[in-house]
């Protein structure tokens, strides 16, 4: 009886594994290379670093290379997004921002490129003054600043009017606000990115005295308990809303 049952367990781990190794199911083979591959769109046509972007056309298969031609920086390509049809990867996060080509390579040695433009985020090297007051000027000094669309005190909605911007270089008129200091948030077609400069909303104190009224800016801001008490006192006279 016991022989009976070793040989049934015996025949059913036999038929078992060959069902495994029959039902095994094959792998569809990688797109060849093409020795004329076309490209139809990339979409999108202008993204930052990191964005994922589609590549759509005919005999795109075999694709080992992709080269971001300002710098000759090197994209990163994963055979299971490669199909004929289509390719599909990510903006380099060293790519250089600015108007390019995107190289691309098959196996056969083959290129085909396509013109891209990568979008940088604002960067702020300088500023022409730390301290502002109501109605101020700032020039900020730095790179992809010709296309800042909005700038705001960092965590709040008080909106920075922009005077006037050129790649290097913006201009902002301030506004008046109740911090004591803040950073700022400068969004343009890459995305938000942030000062690392802070910028300090200098108090005006008015004294009367007898031969007039003498208005001195100060240098260091008041704590948020001194402001409260100073605009109860004399709101009308320190400017602040």
Request: hydrophobic share 40%; net charge neutral; with cysteine.
């Given at each position: 009886?016991?022989?009976?049952?070793?040989?049934?367990?015996?025949?059913?781990?036999?038929?078992?594994?060959?069902?495994?190794?029959?039902?095994?199911?094959?792998?569809?083979?990688?797109?060849?290379?093409?020795?004329?591959?076309?490209?139809?769109?990339?979409?999108?046509?202008?993204?930052?670093?990191?964005?994922?972007?589609?590549l759509t056309g005919k005999g795109l298969g075999g694709i080992q290379y992709i080269t971001f031609s300002k710098g000759n920086v090197r994209g990163v390509i994963n055979s299971t997004f490669n199909t004929d049809n289509t390719l599909i990867f990510r903006v380099p996060a060293e790519a250089i921002p600015g108007n390019q080509d995107i190289i691309?390579?098959?196996?056969?040695?083959?290129?085909?490129?396509?013109?891209?433009?990568?979008?940088?985020?604002?960067?702020?090297?300088?500023?022409?003054?730390?301290?502002?007051?109501?109605?101020?000027?700032?020039?900020?000094?730095?790179?992809?600043?010709?296309?800042?669309?909005?700038?705001?005190?960092?965590?709040?909605?008080?909106?920075?009017?922009?005077?006037?911007?050129?790649?290097?270089?913006?201009?902002?008129?301030?506004?008046?606000?109740?911090?004591?200091?803040?950073?700022?948030?400068?969004?343009n077609g890459a995305g938000t990115t942030v000062t690392t400069q802070e910028f300090v909303m200098a108090m005006i104190m008015v004294f009367r005295m007898p031969l007039g009224v003498r208005v001195v800016p100060l240098v260091k801001p008041f704590s948020k308990q001194e402001r409260h008490l100073f605009t109860k006192i004399m709101p009308q006279e320190t400017g602040i809303n």
């Open positions: 009886m016991k022989n009976y049952i070793v040989k049934i367990i015996t025949i059913g781990i036999i038929g078992m594994s060959w069902l495994a190794t029959s039902c095994t199911v094959e792998s569809e083979p990688a797109p060849s290379a093409s020795t004329s591959p076309s490209i139809e769109k990339i979409t999108p046509a202008l993204a930052a670093s990191n964005a994922v972007l589609t691309f390579k098959n196996s056969l040695g083959v290129e085909v490129k396509v013109p891209f433009n990568v979008l940088g985020f604002a960067t702020i090297l300088d500023v022409s003054n730390y301290n502002f007051t109501r109605g101020s000027e700032i020039t900020l000094t730095g790179k992809n600043l010709d296309d800042v669309s909005k700038v705001v005190f960092s965590g709040t909605t008080t909106e920075v009017s922009i005077k006037s911007k050129t790649a290097t270089s913006l201009v902002l008129t301030m506004p008046s606000t109740t911090l004591s200091q803040a950073t700022l948030s400068i969004t």
